[in-house]
C-alpha cells in the first residue's frame, strides 16, 4: 500500500507522494485539485482518450470517471470518513480506490537496495572495464541509490553499459540493451548507450556550409553522415571523475575534440554528466565551447527494453506518449524533408498513447523519425511517457531540446555485432536537435559561436506501476 502524506486532515486536504495528471503530466498539491484537473483534462480529451483505452492501446494513468457525477462529490464520503477515522485505513481504501485498473503506486522508500542498505546514500564504485586495442584504459563507474537503481558507465564512449530496475514483484533487471564483452563495445555499430556527436541523427551527403565555408565529413551511412562519423565521440576515451552527494552521484566525461576532427572546424570542450538521484531519476547534461564557430548536436544512443530481457521479448507491447503534436517526414535516406507536418490522424500519432505496434506496419520501414516537442516554454519539459504492462516499469522523459527522435530497433537483425538482439527488440528517445539542420536553415540552429556555451539536459526517471 503506497504510504500517504498527511497534512491538514482536519480541513480534509489529502497529499499523496508524485500524483500527477494521465493527460498533461501536471503534478497535484491535493485531492481536490487532482479531480478539478481531471475533470478539465478528461474533458478536453475525452473522445480520443476514451475511444484508445477501449481499443486497449493505452493503460490509464488517470482516476477511472464514469457518468454519475463530477469526482469531487463521489469522493466526498470518502474523504469524510478518512477525517473521521484519522486518516487510517480509509485513506488506504481511498487510495485504492482511485488508482487506476486497481493499481498501486509505490513510495519510493517501499522499495529495497539489494546492493546498498537504505540508509548508507548514494554510493559509487570504479573499476577497470577493460582495454583498447591499443593498450588504453576503460574505466567502468557503478552508480547505486537507496531505492535499488544501479547505473553502470564507461569512458570508452561516455557510454551507458546498463540500468537496473526493479518490476512490480521487486525483481531487478538491466532495461537496456548492450554487449556481452569489451570487444564488441569497442566495435558498437548499433550505438548502444553512447554519447553521439559532434552531431548526432544525420547530415544530408555528409556536407554543410558555415560561415560562407564547405565542410565535408565522413560518409558513413550511404552518402550522408550519421552520428559524427567513424571516429565520433562514441569512439574515443573520455577524461572521467565521480563526485556523490547524500542525495545523488554524478560522473562528468570531459573531453576537447581537436579543430577538424571528423571534418568538424574548432577546437570544441565538451562535458557530458551523468547523475543519478534518489527520485529515480538518471540525468543528463551536456555543455560545450568552441574557439571558432562549428555545429553541435549531442544526444545519448541507449536503447531500452522495460520488460528486462531483451534477448526474447520485443518491445511492440511497450505503451509510448510523446507530447509531440508535429512530425519532420523524411526521404528514403531518413534525411528531413524540411516540411512539418500534423500527426493527427497518422501513425505517427503518439499524443494519447498507443502500443509501440499498434500502427507500425502502416510506417514503411518503421519508426525512425524526429517528434517536434509541443512545449510553450523554453527549459526542462516533459516530453515521452513509455510503460511496459508485462513488468509494471514505466520511463518518463523530460528534456530542454527541441526535438525527439524516436526510433523503432528496426536494423537490428540479431546478429552479433548487434548484442544478438532481433528487430524490435529495443527502442531509442533521443533528445535532440532536428536532423540536418546546418542544410535546413528554417530548423532550429545547432550552430555554436566562440564565446557561447551550448548546454542540453535530459532526464529519465523510472518507477513501477503495480
Known amino acids: 500500500m503506497p504510504k500517504l502524506h498527511r497534512q491538514e486532515c482536519l480541513c480534509h486536504l489529502i497529499l499523496i507522494d508524485s500524483l500527477t495528471c494521465g493527460v498533461c503530466f501536471r503534478p497535484f498539491s491535493s485531492w481536490l ?24 492501446n493505452i493503460r490509464g494513468f488517470m482516476f477511472p470517471r464514469d457518468d454519475s457525477g463530477p469526482m469531487m462529490f463521489r469522493l466526498f464520503p470518502l474523504l469524510l470518513v478518512a477525517s473521521l477515522y484519522g486518516c487510517g485505513a480509509a485513506v488506504d481504501g481511498l487510495a485504492t480506490a482511485v488508482l487506476p485498473d486497481g493499481e498501486q503506486k509505490p513510495d519510493a522508500s517501499d522499495t529495497a537496495n539489494p546492493i546498498a542498505d537504505k540508509d548508507s546514500g548514494m554510493t559509487w564504485e570504479h573499476a ?81 556550409g558555415l560561415n560562407g565555408n564547405i565542410y565535408n565529413l565522413p560518409k558513413n551511412d550511404g552518402k550522408n553522415h550519421l552520428h559524427g562519423g ?21 560522473v562528468t566525461f570531459h573531453r576537447v575534440s581537436p579543430d577538424g576532427e571528423d571534418g568538424y572546424p574548432g577546437n570544441l570542450d565538451v562535458t557530458v554528466q551523468y547523475t543519478l538521484n534518489d527520485d529515480n531519476e538518471l540525468k543528463i547534461h551536456y555543455e560545450a565551447t568552441t574557439d571558432k564557430p562549428t555545429v553541435v548536436n549531442l544526444t545519448n544512443h541507449c536503447y531500452w527494453n522495460l520488460t528486462g530481457n531483451a534477448a526474447e521479448k520485443d518491445v511492440l507491447g511497450h505503451e509510448l506518449r510523446l507530447l ?30 498507443k502500443l509501440i505496434g499498434h500502427d507500425l506496419p502502416g510506417v514503411e520501414g518503421g519508426y525512425d523519425h524526429c517528434f517536434v516537442i509541443a512545449r510553450s516554454v523554453d527549459g526542462l519539459a516533459p ?36 548484442g544478438g538482439f532481433g528487430k524490435h527488440h529495443g527502442f531509442c528517445l533521443e533528445t535532440q536537435h532536428y536532423p540536418d539542420s546546418p542544410n535546413q536553415p528554417h530548423f532550429p540552429s545547432t550552430e555554436l559561436k566562440p564565446g557561447e556555451k551550448y548546454q542540453s539536459t535530459t532526464v529519465h526517471k523510472f518507477s513501477v506501476y503495480n
Request: contains cysteine.
Open 33 to 56: 485539485e487532482a479531480c478539478q484537473g481531471f475533470d478539465s483534462c478528461d474533458q478536453s480529451m475525452s473522445s480520443g482518450l476514451t475511444a484508445d483505452r477501449q481499443a486497449g
Open 128 to 208: 577497470e572495464f577493460g582495454r583498447t586495442s591499443d593498450g588504453e584504459k576503460i574505466e567502468q563507474y557503478t552508480l547505486q541509490n537507496r531505492n535499488g537503481i544501479v547505473v553502470r558507465l564507461i569512458n570508452y564512449g561516455a557510454t551507458v553499459v546498463s540500468v537496473e530496475t526493479k518490476d512490480r514483484d521487486g525483481k531487478s533487471e538491466n532495461i537496456v540493451l548492450g554487449h556481452a564483452d569489451v570487444d564488441h563495445w569497442l566495435k558498437n555499430p548499433c550505438y548502444f548507450g553512447c554519447t553521439v556527436g559532434r552531431y548526432g541523427n544525420r547530415i544530408g551527403n555528409a556536407v554543410f
Open 230 to 250: 567513424t571516429g565520433g565521440f562514441h569512439t574515443r576515451i573520455w577524461e572521467a571523475e565521480a563526485t556523490s552527494d547524500d542525495s545523488s552521484v554524478t
Open 324 to 353: 509531440c503534436n508535429h512530425y519532420l517526414p523524411v526521404n528514403d535516406q531518413l534525411i528531413p524533408t524540411g516540411d512539418t507536418l500534423a500527426v493527427a490522424e497518422t501513425p505517427m500519432n503518439f499524443t494519447q498513447g
Open 383 to 418: 516530453v515521452a511517457r513509455v510503460y511496459d504492462p508485462s513488468t509494471g516499469r514505466v520511463l518518463e522523459i523530460s528534456t530542454t531540446e527541441p526535438g525527439i527522435q524516436f526510433y523503432s530497433g528496426n536494423f537490428l537483425n540479431g546478429e552479433k555485432d548487434c
